[in-house]
């Protein structure tokens, strides 16, 4: 991989803001939409600029060919499910703290990937960024002014939804050979199939969701929340894994992996800006704590990881 230039770092950044942007986003969707109809439209409308450059490229989309299975699985596994809980649980917590526990996600994977791969094994730096890590997570759950018995629940949501976004990368691997654009199509082609009947069949047997669901069907939402859903389904969902592969194709993984540490900031940040959400002492513990142990992790890894 070459050299990183300036435009590298520019697109890594934009990059990170663009991802640490949809938490803001999802709280305001949530305002006039229910987390069914956000979870749904979000894939919808991210499948349309990878599948729309797919076309303008002729590669090949392979949603439907001998693996389509493993499409499948990570398309529930690593879009809809997450985007579920995600949607739950931002609905009673501010956004930065949504930042701040998917920002969990490298030190779920690695033990995750100790577990279930044949070469990221565990070692005591990595030991030492998970404890570091989740220790911030355990003393943010600790400040009482953010998360209380109300919301709490609300935060393990968001914490195991991240948990499904690494599950989900694991099985990426099985597919890793081919193509990121038709890998992403296919598992985005697949997630919308899955959101309908899963919607339908939430909202048949919740009867709260199934009011919030129907009532998301007529066109009287605010217009800020709208703007948000849409949003987050062409930037975030859909443009982000364009930039991305861009980053990936010219710098490689450990260049992109970098975000992993300007989202939690940016998160934090653009909660404060955009909704004026409230960064106590111990919010500041959380990050330093989790950046401190994605730090750790990722100074140990430096393997290509193999599924077993």
Same mark, same amino acid.
Request: proline share 3%; with cysteine.
């Given at each position: 991989?070459? !050299? ?8 890594? *950044? ?10 803001? $986003? ?46 499948? @699985? ?8 997450? +985007? +579920?809980? %995600? ?15 998917? @920002? ?19 070692? =005591? ?15 943010? +759950? ?5 998360? !209380?018995? $109300? ?11 991240? *948990? ?17 654009? $038709? ?8 997630? *919308? %199939? =899955? ?5 339908? /069949? ?47 194709? !010219? $710098? ?10 300007? %989202? ?9 800006? =955009?909704?004026?959400?409230?960064? *106590? ?9 989790? /950046?401190?142990? /994605? ?14």
């Amino acid at each position: 991989m070459k !050299n990183p230039k300036p435009l590298d770092y520019i697109l890594l *950044t934009v990059l990170a803001l663009i991802w640490s942007s949809a938490f803001f $986003n999802i709280k305001i969707a949530t305002y006039s939409y229910g987390p069914v109809m956000i979870a749904f439209l979000r894939i919808f409308f991210g499948a349309i600029p990878v599948i729309g450059l797919c076309l303008y490229k002729k590669i090949k989309i392979e949603a439907f060919s001998k693996d389509w299975y493993w499409f499948a @699985a990570i398309g529930l596994i690593n879009l809809v499910i997450p +985007f +579920f809980l %995600i949607a739950y649980g931002v609905q009673k917590i501010q956004s930065n703290l949504a930042a701040i526990l998917m @920002a969990t996600t490298p030190l779920s994977a690695t033990i995750l990937a100790h577990l279930f791969t044949d070469s990221e094994k565990i070692n =005591f730096t990595k030991v030492l960024g998970v404890l570091v890590g989740f220790s911030g997570i355990v003393f943010l +759950f600790s400040d009482s002014i953010l998360i !209380n018995d $109300n919301n709490f629940m609300s935060a393990i949501l968001i914490l195991i939804g991240s *948990t499904f976004y690494v599950i989900g990368g694991l099985l990426t691997l099985k597919v890793s050979n081919k193509a990121n654009e $038709n890998v992403t199509s296919s598992i985005l082609i697949w997630a *919308t %199939i =899955f959101i309908l009947p899963i919607s339908l /069949i939430l909202s048949y047997f919740n009867t709260t969701e199934s009011l919030m669901f129907i009532q998301d069907l007529h066109f009287s939402h605010r217009l800020d929340s709208t703007i948000s859903l849409i949003y987050l389904g062409t930037v975030p969902t859909g443009i982000a894994w364009l930039i991305r592969f861009r980053i990936l194709k !010219n $710098n490689g993984l450990v260049f992109q992996a970098q975000v992993a540490y300007l %989202i939690p900031i940016f998160g934090v940040i653009l909660g404060y800006i =955009f909704l004026k959400e409230l960064i *106590t002492p111990k919010v500041l513990v959380a990050l330093i704590a989790v /950046i401190l142990g /994605i730090y750790f992790v990722k100074k140990s890894t430096k393997k290509k990881i193999t599924l077993v």
